[in-house]
């Protein structure tokens, strides 16, 4: 008999009871072993009392499952850095398998929980935690374990990911997507966890740790949201062949230097990862011997997210009830350098507001020549009053190049306005 | 000590060679022991001694890797169903831990190699068997395991994809495509196995034991290849807003009837199957809870495919390594029904070579009529001296419905010719 102990009863807690409830059979079969949650622990259990069956315990202390020695799995789905950490740290000292959706102290904590499920002789497991029902954490840890792995590219919040397409598709802009996306639930009453990039840049540093062994925290990564995109950014980049993703991206080179950041970028149209649409997410990753391979799905929602939770409990009881089963993240880290933001390069999509004048095309464009800068494109759009839009696609560049370029352009007298400044990505 | 039995040492088995011998250090650091191929049978041994080192030791008979007792792991990569299936018996009877790559064996072979697995206390991993380097097999066994899978749309032949990509990217003819497939090495000289869809009908056979646990042999199921889709298809098919992809279809339904083939079809172009280019293979999967979600990858390839059967070599050593581990397909087949191939509905796209008279039009949408088929779409295309063409795309219905329509539609005198009938899937 499996007994889990399920910590936390909100959206992703009830998707978890739901599936072992509607698919338990199944599951046991798989398992070779009865499982059942044996008790719940919610802030007033009271609550809750009708919807769960009386085999079930409710209660309010943490501790009547992480003392509990017929509990082999804690289940932890309240999210957040604290009281998550304490009980996480608990259970794998009282040697439980530990489950968790929480990306937060996942991000923030890895290092030392891999560490201490090692020394406990058990295993933390987190699939949940970066694209919700993808097996991504899986497939790299087992599926593309033959390979090293050189690059992830990953759209990761699905919020974000519905407006830059809504935007898109229904030509509204940000703030009129982003009102009907709450509507819908599909983004927070406040939605800058995931507008801000912060979301993608946690789920970052956890793909950072699974894909490269790096431990990283999210003060060593960039990251950018996509507040300031408009559907004009949207309608250029379309115009030029691409589609704007928010991008949490990962790459090694030879010598172990990583660039690791999280920012809006263009993305050539006809590649796969242009085409995930709405709330999906996706990752994609380049292996020295699989080479590129991307695995899609929905990235949020109590039933995908209860999904890769019930997965991962799954996997633990198959060792559990055959004999034990390890597939520990390895504790050793690998110590590599994540490269400054300012050294890393892209191509750069400038929207420019500038006088409509005889000659300007000839002036903007001699500011690039004068700082080494080829451009790959040029749009010139929307003769409005005295104003019209130049849109330009760069070669790649450094960060930094780029910035000394954008402060040329700004005393440049015949650019009013720098609009818009987005990375491009060729994948 | 892991030690490996390679049998086979053609593009897989040297791929196989190639990861273990450039990522040996990193992976026997996952696995936490030594890990190596100790033995290799080859028809020729001669041939490939300046190939392995001296540590590797060649041979042309099985039983030397059979009959090893250091050895616990056996690789079967010659491919096809003799002497396949008796090497992975007597593997498996001598308790060994087999790996294989090989898709016919498995699709005729499945129910007794898991059971003769099951009874020796070990397990055959087979995720290169379909998809190549994507781990489709492991994430329908584990991280979609909490899932009742409902439905599976799988692209799993690289060649006819490469060639339908390449017919409509390029606006070539499926014979000129052929003969650059051919050229580059991404068809063989004879295509007849990937064309036909003989590929990819042993690959939905395995895809249903996986995804359905359904135990069918390749005669219960209706296959058809890409001969017969011209670039005017392609064409047609894309100002209906569709791309044409050859399908690997498995679906079930609340009371385990099962419908099952393989055939082209018409996939809305924002799918993102339908953005499945060139050599690249992905498998779309609908669960009860993970909803939809899909894994793409390289289908084919020394590397890709090697990939896959290392993962696999890992996934075992995990086990021998700290324990045991299994994670055997459940032996106890599920009973299911396949649907009867002709009770199996979709809409149809037929193209028809018609006479340019006035009326043509009404008669021919008579026939639909008459044969209560609405029409969803229709374009009439090229006035060539006395012929036109016209495309129709159909309400859903069954193929025997079509069968009649279709009989109905060659007695009308108006239509010269049905050029083509493809099947439309909107997913």
């Known amino acids: 008999?499996?007994?889990?102990?399920?910590?936390?009863?909100?959206?992703?807690?009830?998707?978890?009871?739901?599936?072992?409830?509607?698919?338990?059979?199944?599951?046991?079969?798989?398992?070779?072993?009865?499982?059942?949650?044996?008790?719940?622990?919610?802030?007033?259990?009271?609550?809750?009392?009708?919807?769960?069956?009386?085999?079930?315990?409710l209660s309010a202390d943490v501790n009547d499952i992480l003392d509990d020695p017929d509990i082999q799995i804690v289940v932890e789905v309240i999210g957040g850095e604290f009281p998550a950490y304490d009980i996480i740290t608990k259970a794998l000292q009282n040697k439980k398998f530990v489950v968790t959706a929480n990306k937060e102290v996942m991000s923030k904590h890895k290092k030392e929980f891999f560490k201490l499920a090692k020394e406990n002789a058990v295993d933390i497991y987190f699939e949940a935690a970066v694209g919700g029902g993808i097996p991504i954490i899986r497939s790299l840890k087992v599926g593309f374990a033959a390979n090293k792995i050189n690059a992830f590219y990953g759209i990761v919040n699905g919020t974000t990911n519905y407006i830059l397409t809504k935007i898109a598709e229904e030509k509204k802009s940000f703030d009129a997507v982003l009102k009907t996306a709450q509507e819908l639930g599909f983004a927070e009453a406040d939605p800058t966890m995931d507008v801000s990039g912060l979301d993608a840049a946690y789920k970052c540093t956890i793909l950072a740790a699974v894909a490269f062994k790096l431990d990283v925290q999210l003060d060593d990564i960039y990251y950018e949201g996509?507040?300031?995109?408009?559907?004009?950014?949207?309608?250029?980049?379309?115009?030029?062949?691409?589609?704007?993703?928010?991008?949490?991206?990962?790459?090694?080179?030879?010598?172990?230097?990583?660039?690791?950041?999280?920012?809006?970028?263009?993305?050539?149209e006809e590649h796969p990862l242009a085409n995930v649409r709405n709330e999906f997410n996706a990752t994609y990753i380049v292996g020295d011997h699989v080479d590129e391979s991307m695995l899609l799905g929905k990235g949020a929602g109590a039933a995908p997210t209860g999904s890769a939770v019930v997965s991962d409990i799954i996997d633990i009881s198959f060792g559990l009830s055959q004999s034990v089963s390890f597939r520990n993240l390895e504790t050793l880290f690998i110590s590599g350098n994540v490269r400054p933001f300012e050294d890393t390069a892209s191509r750069f999509f400038l929207r420019l507001l500038v006088s409509d004048q005889a000659g300007t095309l000839e002036k903007i464009t001699a500011?690039?020549?004068?700082?080494?800068?080829?451009?790959?494109?040029?749009?010139?759009?929307?003769?409005?009053?005295?104003?019209?839009?130049?849109?330009i696609v760069t070669q790649s560049l450094s960060e930094k190049h780029c910035d000394s370029l954008i402060k040329r352009l700004e005393e440049t007298a015949e650019i009013t306005r720098i609009i818009s400044k987005i990375r491009v990505h060729k994948l």
Do not use: T
Request: a negative charge.
């Open 226 to 268: 996509i507040e300031n995109i408009s559907l004009k950014d949207i309608e250029y980049a379309k115009e030029l062949g691409y589609h704007i993703k928010l991008l949490s991206f990962g790459k090694r080179d030879a010598n172990n230097h990583f660039e690791l950041f999280v920012y809006p970028a263009l993305i050539p």
């Open 1 to 57: 008999m499996i007994n889990i102990g399920l910590i936390g009863f909100g959206n992703v807690g009830q998707g978890v009871y739901d599936i072992l409830d509607q698919n338990g059979d199944m599951i046991s079969g798989r398992i070779g072993s009865p499982i059942s949650i044996k008790r719940i622990v919610v802030r007033s259990p009271e609550k809750y009392q009708d919807k769960v069956p009386s085999s079930v315990s």
């Open 367 to 391: 500011q690039f020549s004068a700082q080494s800068v080829n451009i790959e494109n040029i749009i010139q759009k929307e003769h409005k009053d005295q104003d019209a839009e130049v849109v």
